[in-house]
């Protein structure tokens, strides 16, 4: 996702600087920071930082908005990506649905033959990479605090043509079991102008 986004939105700049949420399971781990200093031994931007919320960041407008989606979502009938999409549409002015249809690509096992995890990631909570010194991190612990550079490339040569990517993973689809059971369980559910269009019929 984060690579079809950077890779199609035309406001992505050369010398970008991300805000992500703390969270070590989708944004604060080896595959972000290895694929983010990836783009910048490949020649697809020039320096990149990334920074993370502190625990408490409750009061986030982002965070707001997210709220506000859910509730709209709780008093909604949502059976189909259309209603999903209504939902977040309707749920207040600045929030808008942006519906994307892009290749999966097995980073973890592409780019982790070439970086090593960053060790004690979690303690740091702003990070830099950029082309000039490619496969170092520089780590800060606050916005102000001293950096120190560290190395997260593995020695191995790795290609530095953007041309080069991963093997495209393809979704499996749902077993027949797994059909019958969402037939059997979760149809009943669904209302019935939508029963004609289930997704895994």
């Known amino acids: 996702m984060l690579h079809h986004y950077l890779e199609t939105n035309p406001s992505v700049k050369r010398d970008s ?3 992500a949420d703390n969270c070590s399971g989708q944004n604060k781990n080896k595959s ?3 694929y983010l200093s990836w783009r910048c031994a490949t020649g697809l931007s020039d320096s990149i930082q990334l920074s993370f919320m502190r625990v408490g960041h409750t009061r986030c407008a982002v965070d707001g ?4 989606i859910k509730q709209k979502w709780r008093s909604s009938e949502n059976d189909t990506l259309e209603d999903v999409e209504k939902a977040v549409n309707t749920s207040c002015a600045p929030n808008k649905a942006v519906m994307h249809s892009w290749q999966w690509y097995d980073w973890d096992t592409f780019l982790l033959g070439f970086y090593k995890p960053l060790k004690g990631i979690l303690k740091y909570q702003h990070f830099k990479v950029s082309k000039e010194a490619p496969g170092q991190v520089v780590c800060r612990e606050s916005p102000d605090g001293e950096g120190s550079s560290r190395s997260i490339a593995r ?3 790795m290609p530095k043509s953007s041309d080069v990517l991963p093997s495209v993973l393809q ?3 749902l077993s027949q079991a797994r059909r019958e ?3 059997r369980e979760v149809a009943r559910y669904i209302s019935v102008s939508a029963q004609d269009n289930l997704p895994w019929s």
């Open 65 to 68: 908005y997210f709220g506000l």
């Open 171 to 173: 979704p499996p689809g």
């Open 181 to 183: 059971y969402l037939n």
């Open 17 to 19: 600087h991300f805000h």
């Open 32 to 34: 972000v920071l290895a």
């Open 155 to 157: 020695d191995v040569e």
